[in-house]
């Protein structure tokens, strides 16, 4: 009887651990540690100064600058969103969640102003 | 087996009792609701979803209407107006208050509550410097003679600038309540999910202003 008690606990025990293992998996991984954070603001702040660099050599980089204007708003973006805001480190349904709105949102408005002349 | 053995090794998905509510506060993670996730995080989380949707559509009535083309238009165009330097630095401030931000969130996590008292009051002072700088802006282009009314485009610049700029304020106003809930002691380690929730609204406002500042006033019409 004891022993069968035992054996109750020890799987109650291993299915415990199971489940707090699949827990953690998705709530998600540790957050970054402090000193992460100021060197992914830097990165922001290169990348912000490129950007406005950019803006003076408009004349250099011709054809070029709105692509390069593009990508460094689109890695500013996903650097805030994925660190800062721990998407990375997340559950994958805030991701969903969040990224089904971006999408459904550019979607949308690049359909509507396709349809005009704009730019 | 004891009491909070029994309730730690209850399935996520259970009915919450109050040995539950023991067990959750024991151990902060854990969340009685159907997704083994916090509702209020991924409520957050849809409403940004749909602030995307808001935002793109300010946006987009811009950029329709940035062209100086536009028929009929009269009084100065909003791009012969921008000031480079000036929104540079207020968008170099706005993005260093998302790094404030997390270290905010990072301290009341290791239940350093003075430090993040102190970076929450330097996040919200440097959204208070944004908040100013937009102002300003706006005085410098009534002065010029571009009013809210004097074109389409003038119309839809200060429209996305002034929403971006309520937000932002909404986001002050957040973060003043918090540094108050936390000075009166009502901040405890329980509740740091509710600095996280703030934290995601602040980063949004960020990431808005990225966008903007790109696609408004450094790509030209």
């Known amino acids: ?27 998600g991984r ?9 060197g992914i603001a830097l990165i922001l702040a290169v990348l912000t100064a490129l950007e406005v660099v950019s803006f003076y050599v408009e004349e250099q980089l011709g054809a070029l600058l709105v692509p390069a204007l593009m990508i460094m708003m689109i890695v500013k973006f996903a650097i805030v969103v994925m660190w800062f805001m721990h998407l990375r480190f997340d559950s994958n349904l805030f991701t ?16 509507a102003l396709m349809t005009f002349r704009f730019w | 087996m004891s009491v909070s053995e029994q309730t730690a090794m209850a399935p996520t998905g259970s ?17 009685h609701t159907s997704t083994g996730l916090s509702n209020e995080k991924l409520g957050m989380w849809l409403f940004l979803g749909s602030e995307c949707l808001l935002f793109g559509g300010l946006i987009s009535a811009f950029l329709l209407y940035r062209s100086k083309d536009v028929e009929g238009m009269t009084g100065p165009a909003v791009g012969d107006l921008y000031d480079i330097p000036f929104t540079s630095v207020s968008s170099f401030v706005l993005l260093m208050s998302s790094l404030t931000m997390v270290l905010s969130l990072s301290a009341i996590q290791r239940a350093d509550h003075r430090r993040a008292r102190t970076w929450m009051l330097t996040t919200a002072m440097l959204g208070a410097s944004f908040v100013a700088g937009q102002v300003y ?8 003679g571009l009013g ?47 600095v996280e929730i703030v934290g995601l609204y602040w980063h949004f406002v960020d990431i808005v202003w990225i966008i903007i500042f790109t696609l408004i006033y450094l790509i030209p019409a």
């Open chain 1, 1 to 27: 009887m004891s022993d069968q008690t035992l054996t109750g606990e020890a799987q109650q025990e291993h299915e415990a651990q199971t489940e707090h293992e699949a827990q953690t998996e998705h709530e």
């Open chain 1, 30 to 38: 540790a957050h970054p540690s402090d000193r992460n954070y100021v």
């Open chain 1, 96 to 111: 969903r969640v969040f990224v089904s709105g971006l999408v459904l949102a550019i979607t949308v408005y690049v359909g």
């Open chain 2, 15 to 31: 009915a919450p009792d109050a040995d539950d509510h023991i067990a959750h506060d024991a151990a902060a993670p854990a969340h």
């Open chain 2, 137 to 144: 802006e706006f005085t410098a282009f009534v002065r010029e």
């Open chain 2, 148 to 194: 809210y009314t004097t074109n389409l485009q003038s119309s839809a610049f200060y429209t996305l600038t002034g929403f971006h700029g309520v937000h932002v304020t909404i986001g002050i106003l957040m973060l003043v309540s918090l540094f108050v809930m936390s000075l009166r002691g009502r901040l405890s380690a329980e509740k740091t999910e509710t």
